[in-house]
């Protein structure tokens, strides 16, 4: 199928690029033309396991191709995918005022029928709005489908080529059999193709986030009960995942969830059940406990360290929101290093492929570090932040003797306290 895919972020372009891996022909389009040279040389803006080999493929046979002529791809496409950002607005709604305007330009760039999928995260009743704005533009017949994404940033690549579930959102039977065809490759292996109305694929997107957020900010609670009764959340976690009703996905306690998703879809469920004067005390009450996180973590340093840091260094492992990205949007990292710099302390930080996104945030306020062990130089203490694999398992007789003081404070829970405590170290988890 001809398809042009509108937006090149992280959505855009993984959805784009894996879409002409099944051998569709791709325009992937945006208006920012230094970013179009650059993926027309190979040279990626995010960082996604795989993404950059399936590029340099897909462009070189020629079925994936980059743009800023929207016009020229619409017209030679059936399938118009939008994927621009919806910024978080005012009071927690989401901003549509890019998804409103390329859907104009679609509708005046039409030559005969298409469909328009929005894939940009988006509450329920834009594609309504979208319809709207698109019939006032064009006199071409046209039909207008929601399909959320649900990938996971670091597995991206894999969860559009191997979904668990693909979600189509179409009020016509010719759109709906279109969808289904275009995603047939990807779904050899049994899974659903689930259809139903357009309204109800808006919600299920902020659902199954909403509900995921809820998950990690009842662990976090938890691991902080545990920690004043003098239980273990690590036994405690075990012992709820043997539950097949529960599972072990998202149970993880820690420093609070980041990322793209979970905090501006959480705030926009708020927000539209506050439009539609509905309860939302579970959603309000996990966005609370996600932020409050942040400060249980931050109050951890200063137990040990004092309220005052003038002269003390922390070395940071990990800036990244989570591991296998280089997204620091809503990074927990971010808000504890500006508690720890307003304090008077020093940072030197290391994150496998964050540090040019880290410098685009903090600019010369924190030391960059060339790795994880340069970071440790004369610290009085490592943080980790991140758990990506690189840290799972370091020399702990190295980090003793680059640090000041043998202290280790761990947000995510990745080391053995036992094991640090016969070493010699100080460590401070979540949650023991």
């Known amino acids: ?252 306690p820690g420093i609070g969830y980041g990322g793209s998703c979970f905090p501006k879809d959480i705030k926009a469920m708020i927000k539209t059940a506050i439009e539609f004067e509905c309860e939302h005390k579970i959603l309000k009450s996990a966005d609370e406990t996600n932020k409050n996180q942040r400060k249980i973590f931050t109050k951890k340093i200063l137990n040990k360290f004092g309220q005052d840091l003038k002269g003390k260094t922390f070395a940071i492992w990990g800036l990244a929101f989570k591991p296998k990205t280089n997204d620091m949007r809503e990074a927990p990292s971010i808000t504890i290093i500006e508690d720890l710099l307003a304090r008077g302390a020093k940072v030197a930080a290391f994150d496998p492929k964050a540090m040019e996104t880290a410098k685009k945030i903090f600019s010369n306020k924190i030391k960059y570090a060339k790795n994880a062990y340069d970071a440790l130089k004369n610290a009085d203490g490592l943080l980790l932040l991140t758990e990506w694999n690189e840290f799972r398992h370091p020399d702990f007789d190295k980090i003793k003797s680059l640090l000041k003081m043998p202290v280790i404070i761990d947000g995510r829970n990745q080391y053995d306290k036992k094991q640090l405590k016969e070493k010699g170290f100080e460590y401070i988890c979540i949650g023991k």
């Open 1 to 252: 199928m001809n398809i042009c895919v509108i937006g090149t972020g992280y959505v855009g372009l993984v959805a784009g690029t894996c879409l002409a891996e099944m051998g569709n022909s791709v325009i992937c389009v945006d208006n920012d033309t230094k970013k179009l040279a650059k993926l027309r040389k190979g040279i990626i803006p995010i960082y996604e396991p795989g993404l950059e080999e399936l590029i340099t493929v897909n462009v070189a046979e020629g079925r994936l191709t980059f743009s800023n002529d929207l016009d020229k791809a619409v017209k030679n496409s059936l399938i118009c995918f939008i994927a621009v950002g919806t910024p978080q607005g005012d009071e927690g709604s989401a901003d549509l005022s890019a998804v409103h305007q390329v859907a104009k330009n679609i509708a005046k760039s039409m030559n005969e029928y298409k469909i328009i999928v929005n894939k940009s995260t988006a509450p329920v009743g834009t594609a309504e709005k979208l319809a709207e704005i698109i019939k006032k533009n064009t006199t071409f017949e046209f039909d207008v489908v929601s399909n959320p994404e649900f990938l996971k940033q670091g597995n991206a690549v894999e969860d559009f080529l191997k979904p668990d579930r693909i979600v189509i959102g179409s009020n016509s039977q010719n759109a709906t059999e279109i969808m289904q065809e275009l995603y047939s490759p990807f779904l050899r292996t049994g899974n659903p193709v689930i259809t139903m109305d357009v309204k109800s694929a808006e919600m299920t997107k902020y659902a199954a986030n909403s509900f995921l957020a809820v998950r990690i900010s009842y662990m976090n609670e938890i691991a902080n009960i545990c920690e004043k009764v003098g239980a273990d959340i690590e036994m405690v976690r075990i012992g709820m995942c043997s539950d097949n009703r529960i599972g072990s996905k998202f149970m993880f």
